[in-house]
């Protein structure tokens, strides 16, 4: 508890300096300047008392979708989408409002904010104007001071889709003594496997709190196309051609797949590249990248029909596009799985029923690769040298190609319903009314 109190003080203390690490680090991401007011509290008030679900990012907020409809659907209260970071917030803007579609009530204010910074004094100031009737946090997005204000003011607190992979589970096992105090504060741990809910209770979750649901990454939508514009050019770029995905790519990994596509084209020329960058800042480092591994590029945001149809490789630098631009490919890579970033999402290439290779380190997606694992849907490769031999074996062999698409997309409808799931749990233990 002391450690606690301790991160507590610390946080009013150094208040007054976070205007300054806002403003800094946009000179680093233009974007974190943007609606800094909700940094500090300063959201629009709220009469509504909406359930505040609290994403990460863009993953986040993608993989939450089907969970807030299911959720508006069984209670019909209104939902705020709190976002941690500026490209979450856009990608939160970017999909449709989801309290006016899906429930009769339609909100006064936009259902997306930024999340404040984590200390006392700006998270309760965020909820005396949101004055939330629950906060349900997003997998591992646990911040103390938020939640002990949220509990101070009786604020139902759950977390949804919860997780601690093996790599954090060390660290925060260090840290119980001071998670402890934290975590008991929860009213519900929803998480997506037992041994993710005994860690939760390990490290001082309640019992009564825990309960499994399984995985929401699985709810997996059918992603909306484009804009006829914008699909012309993704049609003119593949154009009857094999198009391998590298979706969600770190540092590194455009130059991986870019030196495997150029590979590949010496057996199978028509073979092209469609990359899309984890962190969409990276695109001119991405596209430096490609460009250097030998392939002729063009990128989504300027390229013409004319341009993306001569291209080898077309880069993904726009939100929103990758889920359904998996749909295009014979095949897909997906990033974070090379290096110590610790794997990205996996299941939205296995539902448009594209093979999946990943690299050897998918720690974060643990129960995910082991779902596609088991049904046949996806192909680890050890090293990067060995991305181009793998997809080599696949355009040699369609049966295979086949096979492993139809069992991506088996895997992922096998492992449905986790958003029903969480929704019935709430609804039982009377969180979010």
Known sequence: MAGLLAYLILGVALAPLAPL????????????????????????????RPVVVWCASVGEVSTAQRFIRALLAGGGA??????????GLARAKELENLGTRYSSASPKFPTATLAPVDSYLFASLWLRRVRPRAALLFETEIWPAFVVAANRRHVPLGVINGRVSDRAYPRYRLLRRFW???????????VQTADY?????ELGARADAAAVSGSLKFDVDPPSPPAEAVRAVYEAFVAGRRAIVAGSTHEGEEKIAAEAVRALRAEFPDAVLLVAPRHLQRADEAAAEIRQAGLKLARRSTATVAEAASAEALLIDVLGELA?????????????SFGDRGGQNMLEPAAAGVPVIVGPRTPNFKMEADALRAAGGLLIVDQPADLAAALAALFRDPGRRAAMAAAARQAVAAHQGAAERTVKLLLERRLTD
């Open 197 to 201: 809910a005994a860690r939760f209770r």
């Open 78 to 87: 209104p939902v705020l989408l709190a976002v941690y970071t500026p490209d």
């Open 324 to 336: 359904w631009a998996y749909s295009l490919g014979v095949a897909a890579f997906v990033g974070g």
């Open 21 to 48: 690490v806002v403003w800094v680090g946009g000179i680093f991401r233009r974007n974190w300047r943007r609606s800094w007011p909700a940094r500090f509290g300063l959201t629009p008030r709220r009469d509504d």
């Open 180 to 190: 402890r105090p934290v975590l008991r504060r929860l009213d519900l741990v929803s």
